[in-house]
């Protein structure tokens, strides 16, 4: 349920709203999935230009990531090329 007024403990029908729960919580402004959802930016502050499976990510951030781990599993033996 949904508070349309905002206030958890009313029980006024008409304030109440059924909704999906990851609905509601991007309808609350001090949830987590909120503030995450108004983020445009990395945390280095390339744009999020790539998603997969409902999660965005910065495309330069994984391709520097995967380079890193192509290089350590190279090093340990893991990777043969």
Request: charged share 25%.
């Amino acid at each position: 349920m949904n508070h349309t007024c905002r206030i958890r403990l009313c029980v006024n029908p008409q304030h109440l709203q059924v909704v999906t729960p990851s609905e509601n919580a991007l309808r609350d402004s001090r949830s987590i999935g909120y503030v995450n959802s108004q983020k445009t930016h990395c945390k280095r502050g390339h744009v999020f230009d790539r998603s997969y499976g409902g999660v965005r990510y910065c495309s330069i951030c994984a391709a520097e990531k995967s380079k890193r781990l192509r290089a350590k599993w190279k090093a340990e033996g893991i990777l043969q090329i």
